[in-house]
């Protein structure tokens, strides 16, 4: 089992630019999450899917974010324009729902914009 | 808003100290889980409680449930360094299938 699997690890722009994150979920998890991870705000969901389907995307910041999951194997986190304020480590996990299971995270997205 | 508040925020213990870290929620939870953040690294499950008055064991790891379903705690016997980094609780936003994670206790071991 490969676990969650995010791209970049790394990722540094510049103000403006459009900025995607990717996320491979574990096979056969049929829940996805996105979540930020910054020092002042801590763990936030930013949107979550399940069965592929947003379910709720309350926690996105605002419309400069979108989230897709085009399948079950996959999902991109784009945020388009970016801004310094959107510096942060991204997180994206997946859970399988039967069971007492917990999240499995992926390494992270730490995003820098300068 | 629901809120999950840990304390303390941060802990400095000698290597071989005991160290315990509480969990407070706003709203009554249906479980509890808890994860370990390395530093530099992601969340890790650690376990999940369901039932009021809950405790179960992980080798020097004592987890708890309280009686009311709000608050739960983490006992950690004989640090090592290897314990090092952050402890979160998280539980069910209320009406939703997400998870609600706590502010975290930062653990520094000090050989």
């Known amino acids: 089992d490969a676990g969650v699997i995010q791209s970049p690890r790394h990722e540094v722009t510049e103000m403006g630019q459009e900025v995607t994150l990717r996320c491979k979920p574990i096979?056969?998890?049929?829940?996805l999450f996105w979540y930020r991870q910054t020092m002042m705000r801590g763990l936030e969901l930013l949107i979550y899917?399940?069965?592929?389907?947003?379910?709720?995307d309350s926690g996105m910041p605002e419309d400069r974010f979108s989230a897709k999951m085009p399948n079950a194997s996959f999902s991109t986190l784009k945020i388009q324009p970016s801004e310094p304020r959107d510096s942060a480590v991204y997180f994206c996990?997946?859970?399988?729902?039967?069971?007492?299971?917990?999240?499995?995270f992926g390494s992270g997205t730490r995003l820098t914009v300068v | 808003g629901q809120q999950v508040m840990q304390i303390p925020q941060y802990q400095h213990v000698q290597e071989g100290e005991d160290f315990t870290t509480y969990c407070n929620s706003s709203?009554?939870?249906?479980?509890i889980q808890w994860y370990k953040q390395r530093p530099g690294g992601h969340p890790v499950f650690l376990i999940q409680?369901?039932?009021?008055?809950e405790v179960k064991k992980q080798k020097r790891l004592t987890f708890q449930f309280g009686e009311a379903k709000k608050n739960s705690s983490l006992h950690i016997t004989a640090t090592q360094t290897t314990d090092v980094g952050t402890y979160f609780c998280?539980?069910?936003?209320?009406?939703?299938?997400?998870?609600?994670f706590g502010t975290g206790t930062r653990l520094t071991v000090i050989p």
């Open positions: 996990a997946s859970r399988r729902d039967s069971g007492a299971y917990g999240y499995t």
């Open positions: 096979s056969g998890h049929n829940s």
């Open positions: 899917f399940n069965n592929n389907v947003p379910i709720d």
């Open positions: 709203t009554t939870l249906s479980n």
């Open positions: 409680l369901v039932k009021s008055g």
């Open positions: 998280a539980g069910p936003q209320t009406g939703a299938n997400n998870l609600f």
